[in-house]
């Protein structure tokens, strides 16, 4: 999702990311939605989890899924929010990506 994007637009949108996920309430329902796996969880289940209110949770994960690290479904009356793992990877590998590029990562040998 990022690769092929300029660099500029690559950390554009990588910052975007890692602000949303800043706030400690957007942060642990993006924790509880990785560990929900593909089936996702409703919005009422992650509001029963998180102890908060549905206008509270509302705007948590508007800010998430507007940053396309979440997604919603609906289906009948459930709403149900998934992590995009997808973008989540595309994410941690951008952050990792150049590790020790400009600087050995091994560590020195002794010289006897």
């Known amino acids: 999702m990022l690769r092929g ?4 637009t690559r950390i ?7 602000e949303a ?3 400690p309430t957007r ?4 924790r509880l939605l990785v560990r929900a796996g593909g089936d996702g969880l409703a919005v009422g289940q992650l509001q029963k989890r998180l102890k908060i209110a549905g206008s509270t949770l509302s705007h948590h ?15 009948g009356t459930t ?9 989540m990877e595309t994410l941690v590998s951008f952050l990792v990506d150049e590790c020790c590029v400009d600087a050995a990562c ?3 040998e002794k010289v006897a």
């Open 79 to 87: 709403l149900t929010c998934r992590a995009n793992y997808k973008v």
């Open 106 to 108: 091994a560590p020195a």
């Open 61 to 75: 994960l508007r800010a998430l899924i507007t940053v396309d690290l979440v997604t919603q479904e609906r289906r």
């Open 5 to 8: 994007l300029t660099v500029a």
């Open 12 to 18: 554009e949108d990588a910052a975007a990311r890692l």
């Open 27 to 30: 942060l642990a329902v993006f």
């Open 21 to 23: 996920l800043g706030n």
